[in-house]
């Protein structure tokens, strides 16, 4: 069983940066994926186990970065020039594939998530 905790979440003015961080216990492949109210959840960013492989969504592309340190089993997400519409609350998932995955009905296990609010 693999467990996550995810930290870093908060407030932040339109322009601003945060880092989000998700603390996993197993060897897995990593990806955030945010909800917005009455919206369904989507992938922002995967990486894969050895972190060579990444993906993000076309909306995050050369703002945010997914990285990895497998010696402290952490993963993170920085977040720059963030947006409104970037206020969600964000998810940190885990696969056993190692794989980058996109698809999030092929994660195996979710953080509680982390609430993000971006202020005009």
């Known amino acids: 069983q693999v467990q996550l905790v995810e930290s870093g979440g908060g407030l932040v003015q339109d322009g601003g940066s945060l880092r989000l961080s998700c603390a996993a216990s197993g060897r897995t492949s990593m990806g955030w994926f945010r909800q917005a109210p009455g919206k369904e959840r989507n992938l922002v960013a995967a990486?894969?186990?050895?972190?060579?492989?990444?993906y993000y969504a076309d909306s995050v592309k050369g703002r945010f970065t997914i990285s990895r340190d497998n010696a402290k089993n952490t993963g993170y997400l920085q977040m720059n020039s963030l947006k409104p519409e970037d206020t969600a609350v964000y998810y940190c998932?885990?696969?056993?594939?190692?794989?980058?995955?996109?698809?999030?009905?092929?994660?195996?296990?979710w953080g509680q998530g982390t609430q993000v609010t971006v202020s005009s």
């Open positions: 990486i894969s186990w050895t972190g060579d492989t990444k």
């Open positions: 998932a885990a696969s056993k594939s190692l794989r980058a995955v996109k698809d999030g009905r092929e994660y195996d296990y």
